[in-house]
């Protein structure tokens, strides 16, 4: 009789849950998924959890698979030598296999005050303390939300729409990553939404008080409730565990998502970062990352060579609302001129919301189904792999 392999998955986001179903294709596989919450945290959708116009959880028997194990803890220390995981309540768990995939969260903020007197939504829990916040605070109340990416974006709509006022504090540009038609498109969503866009030379946060925002070039916005979006940050426990790691504490991999320590351990989404050039952080990379890890993990007990990473990325879509959004579409990671904004924005974004759900419960019912992390791409990364990666992708902030 054929002894089974177990694989242990630390992490059920985007990628973990994915990587979960997608090993229960071998019967001979037990796979189990350490969690620290028992619900799937539908992160794209945290801003309308925070508004109070959608929520952002779906139970796990929508999205995770019969077969896979769920341990609902949170992992304290791996052993990579033992192959076990410490949990925080005490217990362990062996592993033939890691996939790690513990996800993102907020950055440590490192301006004056932002700790103490903002508010952070990158997770449930963050989510969650802001809301009794804003339900406290009277509908006046001044608004202001820090960073322009898709979450500072899509937050500083959700609740301008909700009758807030909302001020959009950028540090820079608008949207980044859009391409300049669509960031103008943005810029009159925002402004017909009643969104104060603080931009430019100079909108660089500084300090944050208890009732105020101030900015490099001297001004001081008045805050009752300061949103902090800027920045994302992941756990430490690669780092804490001996793993080798980038600068910001993602296990460093190979193209296979292999760990450059063990054989043994892959890691997938926000928290991989293969050969030094990390993906931008999205659950767009996250779930063909967690197929990619599986598919990796299946390879070598298999006894087969792993395939290397193939990661496109052809869009990035931004809700402005619930009647507005952008579909901003791109080519090898790179805004093009051409997008789809007004209601079809909304609709699109919307669709990709609900499709990505799709995704992870087709795979628990049918492992093996998924294949977007199988389509070609990723020209640019070849080129910069080529010529010894002088320079780093986009990583532009997180994002559907």
Aim: net charge positive; proline share 6%; charged share 20%.
């Amino acid at each position: 009789m054929t002894n089974s392999t177990e694989v242990v998955v630390i992490g059920g986001g985007y990628a973990g849950v994915m990587a979960a179903n997608r090993l229960t294709r071998r019967d001979d596989v037990n796979v189990t998924l350490i969690n620290p919450r028992p619900a799937f945290v539908h992160r794209i959708r945290l801003h309308q959890q925070v508004a109070g116009s959608g929520g952002a959880v779906v139970a796990y028997r929508e999205v995770l698979g019969e077969r896979v194990r769920l341990v609902v803890d949170s992992a304290a220390r791996i052993d990579v030598a033992g192959r076990s995981v410490a949990l925080a309540s005490g217990g362990t768990v062996g592993y033939d296999y890691l996939v790690y995939a513990v996800g993102s969260g907020s950055a440590d903020p490192a301006v004056p005050g932002a700790a103490e007197f903002a508010y952070p939504i990158a997770t449930f829990e963050e989510a969650e303390r802001l809301r009794p916040v804003l339900g406290t605070a009277p509908a006046t109340a001044a608004v202001t939300v820090v960073g322009a990416g898709p979450t500072g974006i899509e937050t500083a709509a959700e609740l301008a729409e909700a009758g807030r006022a909302v001020t959009l504090v950028c540090g820079g540009v608008l949207g980044p990553y859009l391409h300049p038609r669509g960031r103008r498109s943005v810029a009159r969503r925002l402004t017909g939404l009643g969104v104060t866009v603080v931009d430019g030379p100079g909108t660089t946060v500084t300090a944050v008080t208890r009732d105020a925002v101030r900015l490099a070039d001297g001004r001081e916005l008045p805050s009752a409730v300061t949103v902090w979006t800027a920045g994302f940050g992941v756990p430490d426990l690669a780092a804490r565990s001996g793993l080798t790691t980038d600068a910001l504490g993602r296990p460093r991999t190979d193209e296979t998502l292999t760990s450059v320590d063990d054989v043994h351990i892959v890691a997938a989404g926000d928290s991989a970062a293969p050969s030094g050039l990390p993906l931008r952080m999205s659950c767009q990379a996250a779930m063909p990352l967690g197929a990619r890890a599986a598919d990796t993990v299946l390879s070598r007990i298999a006894d087969e060579r792993p395939s290397a990473l193939n990661q496109p990325f052809g869009a990035q879509c931004i809700s402005l609302g619930r009647r507005d959004g952008i579909f901003q579409f791109a080519r090898d990671d790179v805004a093009v001129w051409f997008n789809i904004d007004g209601r079809p924005g909304a609709k699109l974004k919307e669709l990709v919301c609900k499709v990505v759900v799709k995704h992870l419960g087709d795979e628990a019912g049918k492992p093996g189904s998924y294949r977007l992390h199988l389509r070609s791409g990723g020209t640019k990364r070849r080129q910069l792999l080529s010529a010894g990666h002088e320079e780093a992708p986009a990583t532009a902030g997180r994002a559907a």
